[in-house]
């Protein structure tokens, strides 16, 4: 699913670049005799303008270059038949059922939701449940019942107490009485949420149904929403020899103590490599929006900015944190985009849903009550229940059933509708009953099926990004097909240019070396005359360290020249270095032996090599796709267009 979103994403991104309805006459230029109109070329150059973050792109002449390329792909594309392909229509198929969600439903009761859960959001709460558990389609009987054994528990409950209840009858499965702790919207379905923040604290809620089945809900507090933090951490990966990475975080959280600075340790020590370079720094966070619950608990728990946790371990390895910063829950504004995205996977959802279908009644012109229905009852009998019935021969099915705009519906599509529905599992009702219950689930369906069907004429928004989608899967299966996947299998191809050009991929300079930092100039002093004596790192932190006090960290690895913890300009020779300060502190550096740059094998470099490879490539079939099609640019037409743009 996320590869799907991902996916849809790019190629919004790669072909609304290139796409805009002709509005007029003014043929800029053509290919193949095929025009393309100025407006098109217009609209895609003043929308990507500010997302341009190349110069030369922002040249028209030179825009107009990509544009024209990428008209030859869309042409080859065609010419190539991949619009007709069955795997790009049926993914076109998903991605325009899943575009068309944006624009059928009324935008007011989304945003009437949008403010309902952004005020909830400010408040957690903490309640217990009773849940009389219930199948979805349990028959009116069967509901009644548990109903009433709901009504009981509950009366039981604020006499004799939650926990007296919960002892007596909870078996995790048809009964269930749990203890919920604090949580805010979105956490529950929408009939139990609304349940939870309507009723006061220290009372139970009014029985209510949802598809797990009745409830009722003991709201035992509301607290104001904790918000969000943003803290800088210093991290040691769990390796194996855990002893020794505790020790090293323990050591540095002694130097913090001692009144280092946190932010020097985090760019000497840290090995989370995305905070290091800034001081340890994460991006601010709120509840549940980390991984790792552990590190999100030691966080939240920091009370005072500038505070430090004590280490502990997550499932990362080991930290010290240091508050930054405490917000409480973003402005309306912000975290708008993120609750409608929500509110349309929520359960919420039903409610947008109702004033959608009350919206198509009306604007297609369909009557709420239903029709006469009763030659559908009379046609029915008990093998529907044994998914045996069939239509009788003899039925009237072109008879005129109902009009959806100017889409007449006749009998047999409700009939044939009635014969597929039997295949599901029904509980046996009276025929009037199940005739009218399926006629509105076809009627609804139908009135849906209707709105979409003609979304692309009522909506040019709608149809213009429809076409970016199209147009843009059209683009990635031809890319996939031409360059990425054909470079990829092209092994003689991919070892020949590596041979030409294997100059380009190496190892840069390395060094094997000790690095010893210090909050004193003093002790890195007396560190270095101690390593020109090639005297071993943990000999020399018996001797400045104590259990009290930590002098001295060292480093003892293989590095890049561009490792963190190296000076730029340092003097790459065997040896003792001179003391520098670096990172807030004072190092040395005692390089053992150089590594020069090497050559990568064809192995160790492929990733770029296959990268590199299918540039070149592309730029040659760019080429043959220019001598393949014919354009002509109308010169003439493209002076008053860069006139109108600048």
Request: charged share 30%.
């Amino acid at each position: 699913m996320k590869m799907n979103v991902l996916r849809a994403t790019l190629l919004v991104f790669l072909c609304s670049c290139f796409f805009a309805k002709a509005q007029d006459n003014n043929v800029l230029f053509t290919v193949d005799d095929v025009p393309v109109y100025t407006s098109e070329f217009k609209r895609v150059y003043n929308k990507n303008l500010d997302l341009v973050k190349d110069d030369s792109q922002k040249d028209i002449d030179n825009y107009l270059d990509l544009f024209v390329k990428y008209k030859l792909k869309i042409a080859e594309a065609k010419a190539l038949e991949l619009d007709k392909k069955t795997s790009y229509l049926r993914e076109f198929g998903n991605y325009k059922n899943q575009l068309a969600k944006n624009y059928l439903n009324d935008n007011k009761v989304t945003d009437q939701l949008v403010e309902e859960a952004y005020n909830r959001l400010q408040t957690e709460v903490d309640a217990n449940h009773i849940l009389v558990k219930i199948d979805p389609n349990a028959s009116p009987k069967d509901s009644i019942l548990a109903f009433q054994e709901l009504q009981k528990l509950r009366s039981r409950a604020i006499t004799e107490g939650f926990d007296a209840v919960k002892k007596d009858i909870h078996n995790g499965r048809t009964l269930f009485a749990e203890e919920l702790g604090y949580f805010t919207a979105f956490k529950m379905v929408y009939a139990f949420e609304n349940a939870a923040y309507n009723t006061k604290v220290g009372e139970w809620s009014a029985p209510f149904r949802t598809q797990f089945g009745f409830h009722v809900v003991l709201v035992k507090d509301k607290r104001k929403n904790r918000g969000d933090v943003t803290v800088a951490h210093i991290m040691l990966e769990d390796k194996a020899d855990e002893k020794n990475v505790e020790d090293r975080i323990n050591e540095i959280y002694k130097r913090v103590k001692q009144g280092e600075d946190f932010g020097a340790l985090a760019k000497q020590f840290s090995e989370d490599k995305s905070s290091s370079s800034n001081e340890g720094k994460l991006n601010t966070f709120s509840a549940g929006q980390l991984s790792s619950k552990i590190f999100e608990d030691q966080a939240f728990g920091i009370e005072n900015i500038n505070a430090i946790s004590k280490p502990f371990k997550s499932e990362f390895g080991y930290h010290i944190v240091k508050l930054l910063e405490k917000n409480g829950v973003k402005s309306f504004k912000e975290l708008a985009p993120e609750l409608k995205n929500k509110i349309k996977r929520d359960s919420r959802s039903k409610v947008i849903n109702d004033k959608r279908l009350e919206g198509l009644y009306k604007k297609y012109n369909v009557a709420t009550e239903h029709p006469d229905l009763k030659p559908f009852v009379a046609i029915l009998n008990d093998d529907f229940f044994r998914s045996n019935w069939k239509i009788p021969e003899g039925f009237k099915g072109e008879t005129l059933l109902v009009k959806i705009g100017d889409k007449q519906i006749v009998y047999k599509e409700f009939a044939d509708f009635l014969f597929k529905s039997q295949r599901k599992r029904q509980v046996k009702t009276a025929f009037e009953t199940l005739v009218d219950e399926n006629y509105k689930v076809f009627l609804e369906s139908n009135l849906k099926a209707y709105q979409e069907q003609n979304l692309e004429n009522e909506n040019e928004e709608y149809a213009q990004i429809l076409t970016e989608y199209r147009d843009g899967l059209l683009l990635f299966d031809l890319m996939e097909t031409e360059i990425w996947n054909a470079a990829k299998k092209d092994s003689v191809g991919l070892q020949a240019f590596y041979k030409v050009n294997k100059d380009k991929y190496f190892y840069d300079v390395r060094v094997d070396a000790i690095v010893a930092s210090s909050a004193k100039k003093s002790v890195i002093k007396k560190v270095a005359k101690l390593l020109e004596n090639n005297t071993a790192p943990e000999t020399i932190k018996t001797q400045l360290n104590s259990d009290s006090k930590i002098n001295v960290s060292f480093i003892t690895d293989t590095l890049d020249n561009n490792h963190q913890a190296l000076p730029k300009g340092l003097e790459l020779t065997k040896g003792v270095s001179k003391i520098f300060k670096h990172n807030d502190a004072f190092s040395v550096v005692q390089i053992k032996s150089v590594i020069p740059k090497t050559l990568k094998t064809y192995e160790a470099s492929k990733g770029n090599v296959i990268s590199d490879f299918q540039e070149q490539k592309e730029k040659e079939w760019l080429a043959s796709l220019e001598e393949k099609y014919k354009v002509i640019v109308n010169q003439e037409v493209l002076t008053q267009v860069k006139a109108e743009l600048k």
